[in-house]
Nanobody, 122 residues
Framework: QVILGVSGGGLVQPGGSLRLSCAASGSISKIHAMGWYRQAPGKQREWVASINTNGLTNYSESVKDRFTISGDNAKSTKTIYLQMVGLKPEDTAVYSC??????????????WGQGTQVTVSS
């Protein structure tokens, strides 16, 4: 199984930057991809960006060119980051990370970290 710990949210002015971190521990060798999602008040959760074990990244159109997802692997943890620049009020949301885990029986399991609030306001 996998445990995800998220950090890095906060209050920032429009045009500012923030960096989120999501550290995975546990059976990290079975993680094939990790990603960031966000949910604004009154809206559905939406996918923001993802990265797989080969380093391939993908972004939603709304954050492309402003957000960068990256990752690094230590012996017992796998961490992804979301560097956000040029933040806009519409980026305000609770940001969460997800890990895609391939179980021994070849089924996919999805683990979620707790959310962190990002508020973009002057």
């Amino acid at each position: 199984q996998v445990i995800l710990g998220v950090s890095g949210g906060g209050l920032v002015q429009p045009g500012g930057s923030l960096r989120l971190s999501c550290a995975a521990s546990g059976s990290i060798s079975k993680i094939h991809a990790m990603g960031w999602y966000r949910q604004a008040p009154g809206k559905q959760r939406e996918w923001v960006a993802s990265i797989n074990t080969n380093g391939l990244t993908n972004y939603s159109e709304s954050v492309k060119d402003r957000f960068t997802i990256s990752g690094d692997n230590a012996k017992s943890t796998k961490t992804i980051y979301l560097q956000m620049v040029g933040l806009k009020p519409e980026d305000t949301a609770v940001y969460s990370c997800k890990a895609d885990f391939l179980a021994l029986d070849k089924t996919w399991l999805y683990f979620w970290g707790q959310g962190t609030q990002v508020t973009v306001s002057s």
